[in-house]
């Protein structure tokens, strides 16, 4: 089973960048599509970004434009790239993995990482 570890939270002002990691040992890592979530204190966990696979990228309304997710099927990490962050991105990071190469909208991830704190300071 794929076992991830997030790693790049911190506290940012808001209108600044941070880059969160996951790092997926193993060599299955590339089978699956990856993805990010986010929970805020008293707030269910919502869905960020994902990434197939291949390549093929989604997001969610709220950080479109903002946020990117890359993967590096070498090194094993997905990364995501937060810019413009404003004070309701502040959550925990939660990285995720899939158990298909793709995505596909509502899929539920079936390995969680232990997340990873984003707090954004107005």
């Known amino acids: 089973q794929v076992q991830l570890v997030e790693s790049g939270g911190g506290l940012v002002q808001a209108g600044a960048s941070l880059r969160l990691s996951c790092l997926a040992p193993?060599?299955?890592?590339?089978?699956?599509?990856m993805g990010w979530f986010r929970q805020a204190p008293g707030k269910e966990r919502d869905f960020v970004a994902a990434i197939s696979r291949s390549g093929l990228t989604y997001f969610a309304d709220s950080v479109k434009g903002r946020f990117t997710i890359s993967r590096d099927n070498v090194k094993n990490t997905v990364t995501l790239q937060m810019n413009s962050l404003k004070p309701e991105d502040a959550a925990v990071y939660y990285c995720?993995?899939?158990?298909?190469?793709?995505?596909?909208?509502?899929?539920?991830?079936?390995?969680w990482g232990q997340g990873t704190q984003v707090t954004v300071s107005s």
């Open positions: 995720a993995a899939y158990s298909r190469s793709y995505y596909s909208t509502g899929d539920t991830p079936n390995v």
């Open positions: 193993g060599r299955t890592f590339s089978t699956y599509a």
